[in-house]
């Protein structure tokens, strides 16, 4: 049996603001525990939300970076449940008129096309605290410091079919709100944490089968494999005859497997209801005009610009697009000379290749966008050929010095003096009779494999610093003048 | 609207209230009689009027994005039944 899969993705987003949502209690990530917990967000008897305007900005941004309806008027609710880390017992969320209402998101696939995502709706709430199962043996520990932190949920409509289209639309999603600066985007530290509704159905039919949901999967990795996992259970059962129960699954990547959450079994019965401590957010057309004029060129529009601009490849572009600092960074290097194709080509290869390797961000990256322009210059200009180039990168990332000084220094200059190089032809053709004679009995095919042998003892000799090309037309040459 | 047994314990149970087996007709029988005087509210015609969340005709103050200061963790965790290390203590609840 052929099995379609149906995918609906909710993520939750935690907002960069200073402070949290209701409260003057700061988000810092990484604090003792309970020490940015206030009485707001304990919920002690007597204490009133107020909200925080960056909050609200930030999501009418992200509405206007998707080209989403802003809701003019919005209302928080109260989400009504028990659990030990939500210290009021109901979570401040926006259940009937959220700030962000339907959008469409395009996703740019690996190949170039754009995938459509329709969202349903984003909404603000309030994050929960923590529970924390490993510090004590009888007992959980409860850390509030995250309580209050700001999230935007973003619900899509069952549009995925894959887990690689749920990915690639969590990167353009990630991409997309760093660009913005709304969220931090960490995923290892909880920034973006997605919740994936999943169900199957025969290939070809319209019917939505049972799905189920699994929460808080917290890295790319993870929702590729979660999918998997759980796309692979449900064929099972259905294979077999059986039924899927409509239930929340926790993914659990030691084991690679999805699992139920029998806590959540009883009655997930919220009782939204307005929240009578909070007013409704207005929202009129000037402030979302003052919030457009104030957004940065996000990544769809970049991904153009580049190709347009720079005349690179969509492939290319959509590389280089993604991280804010490495589009930043490349544009730097054709601002300081580069040439932008080659310049793509290094930061895409050695450069990311190298700082992958030593675990570092372009930031931080040794080699900088002046020294990268330096050495595209010297390779435009034919001084060094690009396995010469290779070694004055690494010259480069261990700083020892600018492009030129390093080809002073390791003495790579490309060899590409006629005369030079017309001796170094000379004194291997003289050297080597034999090998000049079985390459003059060959023919035409086989001559092209047999100067191999030639180029191979120049290059041997001047250190790989002859200029390729020209050594080889040289070369060729010489060699049929022989007969 | 009357409700049954049945649903007055779900809804004390989401509530987290106890209410003894014994009591439960005796709050079944007042439940209903509080839901039926929320019922007549029903008769109204609401037509085309728009669901109001707060009763008052304003829109809410926002605050600017600022972090007001540590809090006192000590003193607001002096209530708290149990504590160790920062953390409050609670039965364990594992998923």
């Not at chain 1, 191999?452 to 050594?471: C, D, R, T, Y």
Request: charged share 25%; glycine share 6%.
């Amino acid at each position: 049996m052929t099995w379609e899969t149906i995918m609906g993705l909710e993520v939750h987003l935690q907002l960069a603001t200073q402070s949290k949502i209701f409260s003057g209690s700061s988000t810092q990530f990484g604090a003792a525990p309970n020490v940015q917990a206030d009485a707001v967000d304990l919920g002690m008897p007597g204490m009133l939300p107020v909200l925080n305007e960056e909050a609200v900005r930030f999501a009418v941004k992200f509405g206007l970076g998707i080209g989403a309806r802003i809701g003019q008027r919005s209302i928080f609710d109260r989400k009504n449940y028990f659990y030990p880390d939500l210290p009021k017992g109901y979570q401040i969320s926006q259940f009937f008129s959220p700030i962000v209402c339907e959008g469409v998101f395009e996703v740019p696939m690996e190949d170039g096309a754009l995938l459509p995502i329709r969202i349903t709706r984003a909404h603000l709430e309030e994050d929960a605290g923590k529970s924390v199962h490993d510090i004590f043996s009888q007992e959980s520990g409860i850390d509030l410091n995250r309580a209050g932190t700001p999230l935007l949920e973003i619900v899509t409509e069952p549009d995925f079919r894959s887990a690689e289209q749920a990915v690639a639309y969590l990167k353009a999603l990630h991409s997309l709100v760093t660009y913005l600066g709304i969220s931090d985007g960490n995923m290892a530290e909880g920034s973006m944490r997605c919740d994936i509704n999943i169900s199957l159905r025969r290939a070809g039919s319209d019917a939505l089968g049972t799905r189920t949901e699994i929460k808080n999967v917290n890295s790319f990795r993870f929702v590729e494999r979660a999918i998997h996992s759980e796309v692979e259970r449900q064929a099972d059962i259905l294979n077999s005859g059986g039924t899927i129960t409509q239930e929340t699954r926790l993914y659990d990547a030691e084991r690679d497997e999805t699992r139920s959450m029998r806590s959540k079994e009883v009655a997930n019965d919220y009782r939204y209801f307005p929240e009578p401590d909070l007013l409704p957010i207005e929202i009129d057309e000037a402030y979302i005009d003052a919030v457009r004029a104030s957004l940065p060129e996000l990544p769809a529009a970049k991904r153009a610009r580049f190709v347009n601009e720079y005349e690179l490849s969509d492939y290319d572009a959509a590389l280089l697009v993604p991280d804010h600092a490495t589009a930043a960074f490349f544009e730097e290097v054709v601002r300081l000379g580069g040439a932008a194709k080659p310049a793509a080509n290094w930061i895409l290869g050695d450069l990311s290749g190298a700082l992958n390797r030593a675990d570092l961000t372009i930031e931080a990256s040794p080699v900088s966008a002046e020294a990268l322009a330096g050495l595209v210059a010297r390779i435009e200009d034919g001084t060094l050929s690009s396995k010469l180039a290779k070694q004055v990168f690494d010259g480069l990332w261990q700083a020892e010095g600018t492009t030129d000084e390093i080809i002073a220094q390791r003495g790579l200059k490309q060899v590409s003096d006629a005369g030079e190089l017309e001796q170094m032809v000379d004194d291997v053709i003289t050297a080597n009779p034999d090998q000049v004679t079985q390459y003059l009995a060959a023919d035409e095919t086989k001559r092209k494999k047999l100067s191999g042998f030639f180029v191979g003892q120049i290059m041997k000799a001047s250190q790989g610093q002859a200029n390729p090309k020209l050594l080889n037309e040289l070369l060729i040459k010489k060699l049929n003048d022989q007969s | 609207m009357s409700i049954s047994q049945d649903d007055v314990e779900k809804v004390a149970l989401l509530a987290r209230l106890s209410i003894a087996p014994s009591d439960l007709p005796e709050v079944t029988e007042r439940f209903g009689r509080v839901l039926q005087l929320v019922n007549e509210l029903n008769t109204i015609d609401t037509e085309g009027v728009a669901p109001m969340s707060n009763p008052h005709d304003m829109v809410q103050r926002l605050r600017p994005d600022v972090v007001t200061g540590a809090s006192d963790r000590e003193a607001l965790m002096a209530s708290a039944p149990a504590q160790d290390r920062g953390y409050f203590l609670v039965p364990k609840v594992i998923d």
